[in-house]
């Protein structure tokens, strides 16, 4: 069993900075490929980047490649999501995922995180 808990949201204007924090429990962090998604008002829960187990391979949605960084500190249980260049398009509630698979998208999470609110204004 994992628990995430994010951390970082807020409200900030375009062109601001964030850092999404998610801590994990359990002993077996290290072993799961993590993801970030995000869930805008009215529209389906999407994919916004993922890192695999040992931090060696990074993935991004094309909206965000350039901008978001996601990492991971397995010695601490927790994975980031450094977020530049924030657009009121990015505007969601971002949610922590975890899986086993070598892989992750919406019907591979294991678990998820309660979420977190970005909200970026214009």
């Known amino acids: 069993q994992v628990q995430l808990v994010e951390s970082g949201g807020g409200l900030v204007q375009a062109g601001d900075s964030l850092r999404l924090s998610c801590a994990a429990s359990?002993?077996?962090?290290?072993?799961?490929?993590m993801g970030w998604f995000r869930q805008a008002p009215g529209k389906e829960r999407a994919f916004v980047a993922a890192?695999?187990?040992?931090?060696?391979?990074?993935y991004y949605a094309d909206s965000v490649k350039g901008r978001f960084t996601i990492s991971r500190d397995n010695a601490k249980n927790t994975v980031y999501l450094q977020m530049n260049s924030l657009r009121p398009e990015d505007t969601a509630v971002y949610y922590c995922?975890?899986?086993?698979?070598?892989?992750?998208?919406?019907?591979?999470?294991?678990?998820w995180g309660q979420g977190t609110q970005v909200t970026v204004s214009s």
């Open positions: 890192i695999s187990w040992r931090g060696t391979s990074t």
């Open positions: 995922a975890a899986t086993g698979a070598r892989n992750i998208d919406r019907t591979s999470v294991d678990y």
């Open positions: 359990g002993r077996t962090f290290s072993s799961y490929t």
